[in-house]
T-cell receptor
Framework: DTAVSQTPKYLVTQMGNDKSIKCEQN?????MYWYKQDSKKFLKIMFS???????INETVPNRFSPKSPDKAHLNLHINSLELGDSAVYFC??????????FGPGTRLLVL | DAKTTQPNSMESNEEEPVHLPCNHS???????IHWYRQLPSQGPEYVIH???SNVNNRMASLAIAEDRKSSTLILHRATLRDAAVYYC????????????????FGKGTHLIIQP
């Protein structure tokens, strides 16, 4: 079984649309994260959730909102998509400051 | 997380050892040294971590300088599947009050393995 899974793997959409990316982990971890990897391959933390509480929120536009229905899921909602949102988004999970396990990524292309 | 410095790229031959250096001159006493790698078109994966002593696991070895201002990730026998970007990351010890924050990735070292 995949430890951290994301859907969809690819997402192509028009500018201005609203979309969601789902993430699930079956490791029993209490902390989940979203990272963004841009076209220059820089990986940057966007959010982390610990026990349904937002721990950090880097300088991310409020068009991005993480939603955690339960400890095993952390979904990423993006409103009014812009061209600059095109990137690969990675979900990860960990037990506090322990090793982080990453998902396979969602490749988002905004046209 | 404190800053780390790594070479942009390194090249090695298959089945030879690879030594990937990392400088972290501003490391604090509570920082652990973590290594992750990202294979092409995949998410990052954990490789190894340590605090002061050298560490070994099934993937690699980590050699930490006595003053902890640098470390070296050692792949004992590189294969083509080890071609990836390797990231050296410092993390605050959770037992010293570090929160559940994300990893701060630098540019990493792009490791190229020649057959």
């Amino acid at each position: 079984d995949t430890a951290v899974s994301q859907t969809p793997k690819y997402l192509v959409t028009q500018m201005g649309n609203d979309k969601s990316i789902k993430c699930e982990q079956n490791l029993g971890h209490d902390t989940m994260y979203w990272y963004k990897q841009d076209s220059k391959k820089f990986l940057k933390i966007m959010f982390s959730y610990n026990n349904k509480e937002l721990i950090i929120n880097e300088t991310v536009p409020n068009r991005f909102s993480p939603k955690s229905p339960d400890k095993a899921h952390l979904n990423l909602h993006i409103n009014s998509l812009e061209l600059g949102d095109s990137a690969v988004y990675f979900c990860a999970s960990s037990s506090a400051q322990e090793t982080q396990y990453f998902g396979p990524g969602t490749r988002l292309l905004v046209l | 997380d404190a800053k780390t410095t790594q070479p942009n790229s390194m090249e090695s031959n298959e089945e030879e050892p690879v030594h990937l250096p990392c400088n972290h001159s501003t490391i604090s006493g509570t920082d652990y040294i973590h290594w992750y790698r990202q294979l092409p078109s995949q998410g990052p994966e954990y490789v190894i971590h340590g605090l002061t002593s050298n560490v070994n696991n099934r993937m690699a070895s980590l050699a930490i300088a006595e003053d902890r201002k640098s470390s070296t990730l050692i792949l004992h026998r590189a294969t083509l599947r080890d071609a990836a970007v390797y990231y050296c990351i410092l993390r605050v010890n959770m037992y010293s009050g570090g929160g559940a924050d994300g990893l701060t990735f630098g540019k990493g070292t792009h490791l190229i393995i020649q057959p």
